[in-house]
């Protein structure tokens, strides 16, 4: 029961039924919504795990509130925002989760929350205006991807086992 729980909550993320209060901030210009399957990841992963990211940008556009919520999701080692369109995989610029040890065991729930700010900002992102990173996420140009890893080798075994990313979406505007 408690698993059909936190999958209603991600689908009423995903479909922005809850969108608007899922991260404080109550006064602030735009939200971002990136819903993480195992079918966005590069190559696709065959997994159960689900994930929504919800952003909202601050009224002076100099950082940006988050919460990550995920399901069904085993041995979590981290979480990023990467900048790349869909389809491609690309450098990290962000750090949301972790790291965390491998092996973890099951995650349910929340699985990060913060504040990215300019300073946040790594990869070829780090040392550039935060207004940077806004325009990759106005133009869908950024993903938000969690890394699995079980501790044993080899890697990339099944659920559980991706440390290149189990699941993934691509960050988008989802209004005021």
């Given at each position: 029961?408690?698993?059909?729980?936190?999958?209603?909550?991600?689908?009423?993320?995903?479909?922005?039924?809850?969108?608007?209060?899922?991260?404080?901030?109550?006064?602030?210009?735009?939200?971002?919504?990136?819903?993480?399957?195992?079918?966005n990841?590069?190559?696709?992963?065959?997994?159960?795990?689900?994930?929504?990211?919800?952003f909202?940008l601050?009224?002076?556009?100099a950082?940006l509130s988050?919460?990550?919520?995920?399901?069904?999701?085993?041995?979590?080692?981290?979480?990023?925002?990467?900048v790349?369109?869909?389809?491609?995989?690309?450098?990290?610029?962000?750090?949301?989760?972790?790291?965390?040890?491998?092996?973890?065991?099951?995650?349910?729930?929340?699985?990060?929350?913060?504040?990215?700010?300019?300073?946040s900002?790594?990869?070829?992102?780090?040392?550039?205006?935060?207004?940077?990173l806004?325009?990759?996420?106005n133009?869908?140009?950024?993903?938000?991807?969690?890394h699995?890893?079980?501790?044993?080798?080899?890697?990339?075994?099944?659920?559980?086992?991706?440390?290149?990313?189990?699941?993934r979406?691509?960050?988008?505007?989802?209004g005021?």
């Open positions: 029961m408690r698993r059909l729980g936190i999958f209603l909550v991600v689908t009423l993320l995903a479909t922005g039924a809850l969108a608007a209060s899922a991260v404080a901030s109550p006064s602030a210009d735009q939200n971002f919504i990136a819903i993480l399957t195992g079918d990841e590069v190559p696709a992963n065959d997994t159960l795990a689900r994930g929504v990211a919800v909202r601050s009224d002076d556009g950082s988050y919460r990550l919520i995920v399901a069904n999701i085993d041995n979590v080692v981290a979480s990023h925002i990467h790349a369109p869909a389809g491609v995989n690309g450098a990290v610029v962000a750090f949301l989760a972790g790291p965390f040890p491998a092996g973890g065991g099951r995650t349910d729930g929340v699985l990060a929350e913060g504040t990215i700010t300019a300073a900002l790594v990869g070829p992102l780090a040392g550039q205006p935060f207004a940077t806004v325009a990759a996420l133009t869908g140009n950024a993903y938000v991807n969690v699995t890893n079980d501790g044993v080798a080899p890697v990339n075994t099944g659920p559980g086992d991706f440390p290149g990313g189990e699941v979406g691509q960050i988008r505007a989802n005021p």
